[in-house]
């Protein structure tokens, strides 16, 4: 804290909170905040009550008569996103520093005191700290590696943790005018970051401690997970529209839509799109055709993975069907052959070499991942053997698997199942493996962990590894597993990309009320 000429408190740090019926998350969320080792005198938390009808606006009020002058309380009619309350909350901030959290997500008990000691440690305007997902939420932990003093928005992995659950210098965003776009109903936080980190004069990372919590509520209703096709393929335009007007064409601007062709844009076309109705379906392909005819670059192309790619090439060069086939492909028919050319090797996706579509071959290059296309395999079953181990059946396209590999094996997360037979016919090979629990349940964090099943080969002097394709027809599996004295829920289900995971989830008494919500009608009768 300082204490300027005129005697006024100048907190450390502003924590600003956009709020919208998180309850019962929100208490945990004020409660980490107040109980921060930074110590109330050095804190302000600012929070915006955007028409909450859940109590949360009650809740806030609690907080606010508890701790009166750290928490402050704003009021307003719902904007529809979080955009406008954290303006709001900015205009109102005094900290020299601000942090954004998420209403529904808790910081570690050190978090502040040790993010606002590496700003002012360092010179930096941006201070990342070690996120963690709970509830098997997926964060990108690229950043994390390592704690740095410095890190570069063009040459790290920082364009995939672009969310502005960091510490930012308050000075930055008033001297550039930083505000969040208000017709952004979801990422409207990214610009903000971009600028943010782009004006900044440091960039630092801390890797030492869990610093974030970023809870997937079990009722699923966080705004990241509810959000529609046209409104993302919005955002997606607003977002490369605004990198574009950012930052100057060339190498440094690719690493930055690099990820925005990744993640946004290719999130448009998975395997949901075959589900929607026409007009949606063919609204989604103009709007990522014409993102990728403008901007996607070929320096951002030979980024991408194999299902990017393939994906977003066939839509810059083909039509709705042609994309629909490609993802046809994927969700109903199973990895296609590899197509091997002299000493260049293929995925024989539709559309490959038609003569109709005369898409490059650069598309559909897999020769520097050769041995990771081989490790491609689609699910055929998958079941729990009581509480010792996972058994998963798969099988590859390729009837000259075993010829062309020197060993295959299936793994959960970082533990490798035992193969118990590798069998080939006339269309393919089938592969069989017995992945036991015990590595499931190591390390698992309170708020439960996922488990990306992967196949691992040896091939072509390398070794590649895959996420297996989940079943076509996915059935949930489930098995109560004990460890000690605690009992974990494994779900071998499949992800938002269609690839087999298990989530592996301690017993809470939250998670079981929960799932006794869900069960038993209202009163529970």
Known sequence: MTVPASGERVPDVTVVTAVYNTMPYLTRCLTSLVEQTIGRDRLEIVAVDDGSTDGSGRELERFARLHPGTVKVLSQSNSGGPAGPSNRALDVATGRYVFFIGSDDYLGPEALERL???????DADVVLGRMRGVNSRNIHQAIFGSTREEVDLFTSPLPFSLSNTKLFRRELIERHKLRYPEDMPVGSDQPFTIEACYRAKRVSVLADYDYYY?????????????????????????????????????PRRDAVLLRHFAWEVARLLEDDVLGLDRATQEAVHAGVRALAVRHLTDRIRDGL???????????????VDDLLAVIRQDAELGVPPAVRDGDRWYAGYPGFRSPELDIPDAWFDVTDHAAAWLARLDTVSVDFEGARALT????????????LTSGVKLGAGVTLGTTTEVVPDATGTTVRARIPLAGLLADVAPGGELRLVQAHVDALGGTGVAPLRGPRRPTPRRAVVRRGASLHVLTATTNHKG????????????RLMARLRRRLPLGGK
């Open 116 to 122: 606002v000691a590496a700003a002012d440690r360092w």
């Open 499 to 510: 690839q087999l995971v298990v989530a592996v989830a301690p017993v809470t008494p939250r």
């Open 305 to 319: 993975d194999i299902d990017a790619r393939v994906r977003l090439g066939v839509a810059r060069h083909g039509g």
């Open 392 to 403: 998963v059946t798969a099988r590859s396209p390729r009837p000259d698997l075993s010829e």
């Open 214 to 250: 970023a809870v997937r509520r079990l009722n699923a209703r966080n705004i990241t997970y509810a959000s529609r096709h046209l409104e993302r393929l919005r955002c997606a335009e607003a977002l490369v529209g605004f990198v574009a007007g950012l930052i100057e064409e060339g």
